[in-house]
């Protein structure tokens, strides 16, 4: 992915004087001096500030030139520091390149650039219409212990839209965690794996729930492959063995085509196929975990979800490919700074890291980072 940064100049002196008062908001000021401020810049050593003295208040105050603020780095500094962390870098890696560039900048002081920006960036919030929306949970490392985070994307741009720390997996939990995004944005569809808790959820905030068609051809294909094994092993009458194991080959193969092609009888043919193993002659090995009864418990998780798997076909206007990739894809961005350390240290590090690198990788035309945080 190409990513265009956009990183602020710093001038040397002020191009004008201010506006009006830092204090009161008064126009009618004095001149009152000049000094001269070291910076940690890789370009510029010090800078030039003016002093103006209000006629209002009798206050006085620094007029900076841009770029620069009171602290005793360039704007420009401080936004590299961050950005070299949402790249990956760690805040030694980073300090030791600023100050191979002629800034220099101690660890600590890169790691606090990089929580500031990333707060900044954490209290943005999605706008506009979003139909669809993509939800996936992944892990990550805290101070040794493993932290759920469950990320929300717009399911037709690929647009992260938030993130939540996830305390509990059931369908309660999971309802409250996508209840704003919902509501706020008139979401119509969610797009998930097969975890029941999104289907508890979807339920109970009136979603239509598409199944990612690629994790499920997955599950059935190792699926079949343990039913057949098992099959192997059963012994009874080699005659109706024989029989069986060729007849689980044939319809197992025929599921799969079925998930392949997507037919809207397919959920038809799969009940019949359910029906013909409830009803099966001659009778199974004993024990309710025989080959037969997995594929029977299979045909029928699949005719119960068979509408599920086709809401995109259902409705092209969503303009969907039936599988969960754009959230995949939204975990994937943070997960290329998290392979490079040896996991975050605090819940808030984590967030801010998260969110920092999940601006980064947006695939926006251009990343203003200084604009994102005078914004915030």
């Not at 720390?165 to 704003?180: R, S, T």
């Not at 024989?242 to 009888?265: I, Q, S, V």
Request: overall charge positive.
């Amino acid at each position: 992915m190409k990513i265009n940064l956009v990183v602020p100049a710093v001038n040397q002196a002020p191009a004008h004087g201010p506006r009006a008062c830092a204090y009161c908001g008064q126009p009618i000021l004095h001149r009152h001096g000049t000094v001269s401020k070291p910076i940690k810049d890789h370009r510029l050593s010090r800078v030039i500030a003016h002093r103006y003295k209000c006629v209002s208040c009798g206050r006085t105050f620094r007029h900076y030139p841009a770029g620069i603020t009171k602290k005793d780095q360039s704007q420009r500094t401080v936004l590299l520091a961050a950005l070299m962390y949402g790249l990956g870098l760690s805040c030694s890696a980073a300090s030791h390149l600023l100050g191979a560039l002629g800034a220099e900048v101690a660890k600590i002081t890169v790691w606090r650039d990089a929580q500031e920006a990333g707060e900044a960036l954490r209290r943005k919030r999605p706008a506009g219409r979003v139909r669809v929306l993509g939800a996936d949970e992944t892990v990550f490392g805290v101070k040794g212990r493993e932290v759920v985070v469950g990320f929300v994307v717009d399911g037709q741009s690929g647009r992260t839209l938030g993130f939540e720390v996830l305390f509990e997996g059931d369908g309660k939990a999971f309802e409250g965690w996508l209840e704003p995004y919902a509501k706020e944005l008139g979401a119509e569809v969610l797009v998930s794996d097969g975890n029941d808790s999104y289907g508890i959820a979807a339920a109970e905030l009136g979603l239509s729930h598409q199944l990612c068609i690629a994790h499920v051809r997955k599950y059935v294909k190792r699926r079949s492959k343990s039913i057949l094994e098992q099959a192997e092993g059963e012994r009874g009458n080699q005659e109706d063995e024989g029989y069986r194991r060729k007849k689980l080959e044939e319809d197992l193969k025929r599921l799969r085509g079925l998930l392949d092609e997507l037919p809207e009888a397919g959920g038809r043919r799969i009940g019949q196929l359910h029906l013909e193993y409830l009803w099966a002659k001659p009778p199974e090995p004993a024990g309710s975990a025989s080959a037969g009864y997995r594929m029977r418990m299979l045909t029928l998780e699949l005719w119960n979800k068979w509408g599920k798997l086709r809401v995109h076909l259902a409705d092209p206007g969503l303009g969907l490919d039936g599988t969960n990739n754009a959230s995949e894809r939204s975990i994937g961005r943070s997960k290329v700074r998290y392979k490079t350390m040896r996991g975050y240290k605090s819940d808030e590090g984590m967030s801010n890291g998260i969110v920092l690198t999940q601006w980064l990788y947006s695939g926006e035309d251009e990343h203003d980072l200084l604009a994102e945080v005078m914004a915030a």
